[in-house]
């Protein structure tokens, strides 16, 4: 690490930062991708909870539908037998009494048969809705199935890129003093992925500010890390090649 100039290892660290942004973006695509699945998660879940809802509303009806068919059976049932009780009563006065409660009940069996015309067609409607939602699941279901495959194999194909890069980092930070590493990475995370930023013209690459003359004397000497007292990035100064031969 000695024998490697100040200067040259902060051109490194700029190559790094380079892979490094690189991985960032890789790792920032493959974080939208894995929020696009989970919405596309929950979307499916929400349809297969309604359909869910809608299973047990039809349940509920068909037991309303069974209640109400029992009441109706047993109504009739007892109409039946008093009007068989009428053949053996001879009293005028027993027979209307007997008549009236039979009316009751056809009335109210009528009235009951009115609610479940209304229990049925309820029935029908939820049926229906659960089959509307039913499809419409299944295609959800089918598009999802493509679509996974497709972003997973997406993903993968990130996961192996950054793999590679992280490879790359490895040999290129090895090149790199530690200390200036962690510096470097610091600054990465809280600049929002640049760190080391080049001073062309007289002007801080990474905020446009000027850098006083004072402080490019000392850039251009790089004798030590120095930072930009406006953005506290990493400064460094590439010479063209024409300035190379001419120093
Ligand atoms: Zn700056």
């Known amino acids: 690490m000695g024998e490697m100039k100040l200067r040259e290892q902060i051109e490194i660290l700029a190559t790094l930062q380079n892979v490094d942004r690189e991985i960032k973006e890789k790792n920032g695509t493959k974080q939208v991708l894995l929020g696009e699945l989970q919405v596309k998660d929950k979307e499916l879940q929400s349809k297969k909870q309604e359909i869910a809802l809608l299973t047990a509303a039809c349940a509920e009806k068909e037991r309303e539908r069974q209640g109400k068919e029992r009441v109706l059976q047993d109504e009739g049932k007892k109409a039946m037998d008093k009007r068989m009780r009428m053949n053996r009563i001879k009293n005028i006065k027993e027979l209307q009494a007997l008549q009236r409660e039979i009316d009751q009940i056809r009335q109210g069996n009528s009235d009951l048969e009115e609610e479940l015309i209304r229990v049925f067609e309820e029935i029908d409607r939820i049926k229906a809705e659960l089959k509307a939602k039913e499809e419409e699941a299944t295609m959800m279901q089918e598009e999802w199935q493509q679509r996974q495959e497709d972003m997973q194999s997406k993903i993968s194909g990130i ?9 790359l ?11 200036l590493i962690s510096r470097y990475e610091l600054i990465f995370a809280r600049r929002g992925g640049s760190a080391v930023v080049e001073v062309a013209g007289g002007i801080c690459q990474g905020c446009y500010m000027n850098i006083p003359p004072q ?25 063209s090649a024409q300035q190379e031969k001419e120093a």
Do not use: F, H, M
């Open 159 to 167: 996961d192996q890129l950054v793999a590679e890069a992280y490879t």
């Open 169 to 179: 980092r490895k040999t290129i930070a090895s090149q790199i003093a530690g200390e």
């Open 215 to 239: 402080l490019w004397n000392e850039i251009i000497k790089s004798e030590k890390v120095n930072l930009c007292p406006s953005c506290q990035r990493i400064l460094y100064y590439k010479p």
